[in-house]
Structures are given as structure tokens and as C-alpha cells.
């Protein structure tokens, strides 16, 4: 049933929209954020306490205003947080005592990087240190990222913060699954201030590549060098955080980087394929800083976007791609744009190397191979590695005779999802994880109906509220 609150939420979005600006209102307001009326109070739902307390101290005067000339009347604003993931009170929450408060140490947006002692004025504008994989090709650019409604929001904090260079909100984590453009994102990021802030030093690099550069130091005695490398950085961007998991030494030394990069100033952008707060071991003071500023999803494109992002590719290559291939190769590959990408460029090698038209048979022929192992591409393997990564259990501990809740759980779990996903038979599955018999599979699939069903039941894992929680995050990093 629609809830009537939000009846008036059209004339509320037009009204903000007409106070505080269209690029503004997309990034505060758009995807996420409803806007309602409820008794005296005008009702903001926002996805997190970031958003909460950002809309809080920017825009509520002008909510109030849009509030009065829609409703009539004088409304207070409430706001109404969605996002079950945010800390709780007491758990992993920004430390008032850390440090000033943000804006007080970030800088205005419009001002150049001021020079420091390590970024002399006169120093020859540096090229981005950037990861070594990528050297030689150009970097993504944020306007060649296809936004969708399940990317939009993340698509425009980046470029925010790539104008404002962290003075908005710092830092900025954007996370999602494999093949989404986290990490053109970045790039983007990268690419927009070498181009607007020349002077800007910007270190763009992977977690594994801070990690080994990390252990490295320490063995050749270097590690002066190794943190006047990132510590002298103006912006700061680690793409796949979540390498970082369960290394504690190096995590204490990239929490010792960010808390000297974000006290003078410099701003941080991390990527990272789960939530801050579901990586595995991360110590709760990363964790923290962390959360410290703007978190945003990326999610896997719905179809018209995926539509949107073939069109856009194939443009940029100089081809008119015909709706009908857009629509089948958008229907039929689903997991990731990386995957998308794959199947466009096997299409139109086919039509040059063949001559032919490109059109839908040309399509179908050049993918069937593609698409039959596609849906087959999950393996009982790739289960047994989501399951282990995501409860942080041995990789060979499903197949073992542990019968204790810790292992028997994530077990169940990974035989459902084996049926769910791999089309594998119910003895294939028993005899894989640990030579069990068929109807053990099936209890097991029963049972985690059952929980699914059960809303109200806890998760088996600390930081998920519910059983559709975890399945959700096993699924992510399944690419499914
Ligand atoms: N919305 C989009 N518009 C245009 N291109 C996209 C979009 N999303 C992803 N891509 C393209 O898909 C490919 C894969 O993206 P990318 O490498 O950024 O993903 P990722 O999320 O970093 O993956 P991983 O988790 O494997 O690190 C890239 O070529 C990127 O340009």
C-alpha cells in the first residue's frame, strides 16, 4: 500500500530542487532520500547518518522553506535513517577527540591545494602515481561512467569530490561487487583534479600495492621514504580496501597515513568490494575512519542501463550498436559491466573479422559459447570461497567433520546456495562439501527457506541483521 505520507513528495523534491540547485539536489536528494509529510513534521528518509547529519547542517532551512510553500504550514524536519548497516550507538562511530571538527580542516573547494612544505609551489606539476597494471592506458574519465539509479548517487559524490577535494565530506568510500566500475570511478577521480588541479599530488594505488610496499619498507629499513610517498600525498585513492583484511600491521600503518593525510587536509577516496563494516578484521578504528565520511553503493545496472552502457561503449569506438544487440547482450550477460563489456567486444571483432552486418544473428552466433558457460559459471568451488571469505572460516572448513554451529551454519547455507545457483545435483553437492549424502543437501535447503522466511531471525553473522542479509553479501561476492 503506498504510504500517504509521501503524496506530496513530487511538489517537496521540486520545491528543494528549486532552493538548493540541480547538482546539489542530485547529490542530497536524489536516489535514496525521501521526502514526505507526517502531522506537523516534514519527513526526510535518508540511507544513512552521514546523510542525516550533512542534510542536517547544509539544507534544513531550505526544507523548511520548501516545506512551508507545499504544505502551507510551518513543518519541522525529521529525518528517518534506512541503512541498518550504520554503526550503532556505542559501536564503530567517529571519535569527536580525533581531531577538529571536518570542516575545520578541510579546504574550501574553490581555493587551489595550497603548497606545503612537501608540495613546493615550484615543484613541476607531478604526474599521478598510479597503479603499475594501468600504466599506459589513459585514464577512465567520470563522464564516460554510464550512471544508472543504482549508480547515480555514487557517480556524483565522486565528481563532488574530485571538485571540492575532500571539503565536502572526507573520506569518500564507494563499494559494491566485482565488474562495477569502482574502480573506473577512481580513475575518474584521478583523471578530473590532475586535469583541474595540476599542482595536485595524487597518489592513486591498491591496497595490495600499499600492503606489499608496507612490508617491503620494513624489511629494507626504508619506511621514510614508503610514508613520505603517501603521507605527502594532496589526495590519497586505494582501490580494493578490502585487501587490507585481517593484516593487522598494515592497517594500523594505512590508519597512521589517512589520520596524517585527513589532518592536513588532503582528501581520501577508497574502493572497496563490501561495506566498511562487513570486511572480515578490520580493526574497528579503520573501521571507523572509515565510516567517517560519505559511504555509497554501486550497484549492478538494471537493464536499461546496461542498454545505456553498451550504446555509450560502442559509440565511443565509432559503432551505432542496433537496440536489438544492445537489448540481447543487456538481457542475456548480467553479473557485471566488465563482463558486458567482454561480450560487446567479441561482437564487433566478429562483424570486422567476418564482414557481416551487425546485427541480432551476428549477436546470437558470436555469443552463443559466451552465454552457455555463462550459465554455468558458478561453481561449487566459487560457493565454497564466497561462504569461507564471507564468515571468515578455512577454505577447506565445509568439507570437514566440524559440527559445530560455526561451520554446520555456513554450510547449510552454501548447499543452498549450490542448488540456487549451480544447478548441480542434490548428491553432487552432499558428496562436494565433505561427502555427505543427498538428504542432507535437501534438510539443509529446507532449513534456509525456513530462516529466510523467518524475517525476525537473527543473522548468523555479526554486522547482518537478517539471514536475506548474509545471503545477499555471499551473492555479492559471487558476482550472481
Ligand atoms: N556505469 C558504467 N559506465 C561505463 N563503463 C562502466 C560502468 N561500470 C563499469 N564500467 C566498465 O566496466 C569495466 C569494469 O569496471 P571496473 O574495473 O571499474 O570494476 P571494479 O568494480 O573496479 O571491479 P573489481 O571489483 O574487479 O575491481 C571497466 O571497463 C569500466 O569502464
Known sequence: MADRRFELEPALRAAVAERVGESRFGLWFGDGVRLG?????????????????????????????????????????????????????????????????????RRSPALPIPSSPSTPADRPAPPVDRP??????????LDEFVPGPGSRLALAACAEMADALGSGFNPLVVHGGIGLGKTHLLEGIAERISRTHPGARVVHQTAEAFTNGFLEAMRSAS??????????????II??????????????????????????????????????????????????????????????????TRRAILKAKAAARGVTL?????????EHLRASVRELEGALNSVLAHASLTGKRLDLALARASLRDTIRHTAQAVALKDIERAVCSTFDLAPDALKS??????VTHPRMLAMFLARKHTGAAYSEIGRYFGGRNHSTVISAEKKVRSWLEDEARQSLLAGFETMADVLAAVERSLGT
Open 37 to 105: 509529510v507526517d502531522g506537523d513534521a516534514l519527513t526526510v528518509g535518508v540511507p544513512n547518518r552521514f546523510f542525516r547529519d550533512w542534510i542536517r547542517g547544509k539544507y534544513v532551512s531550505d526544507l523548511e522553506a520548501a516545506g512551508s510553500s507545499v504544505a502551507g504550514r510551518r513543518l519541522r524536519v525529521d529525518f528517518e535513517i534506512a541503512d541498518e548497516l550504520e554503526p550503532g550507538v556505542g559501536e564503530v562511530a567517529p571519535a569527536p577527540s580525533e581531531g577538529p571538527p571536518p570542516d575545520d580542516r
Open 239 to 304: 582501490d580494493d580496501v578490502h585487501f587490507l583484511a585481517a593484516k593487522r600491521a598494515t592497517q594500523d600503518e594505512f590508519q597512521h597515513t589517512f589520520d596524517a593525510l585527513v589532518s592536513s587536509g588532503s582528501a581520501v577516496v577508497l574502493a572497496s568490494d563490501q561495506h566498511p563494516r562487513l570486511i572480515p578484521r578490520l580493526t574497528d578504528e579503520l573501521a571507523t575512519r572509515l565510516l567517517g565520511g560519505m559511504v555509497v553503493k554501486l550497484e549492478a545496472p538494471d537493464p536499461a
Open 322 to 330: 542496433p537496440d536489438a544487440v544492445a537489448e540481447y547482450i543487456a
Open 132 to 141: 603499475r597494471a594501468r600504466r599506459g592506458r589513459p585514464l577512465r574519465r
Open 223 to 236: 619506511l621514510n621514504a614508503f610514508r613520505s610517498r603517501y603521507r605527502t600525498a594532496d589526495v590519497l
Open 401 to 406: 567433520d566440524s559440527r559445530s554451529r560455526a
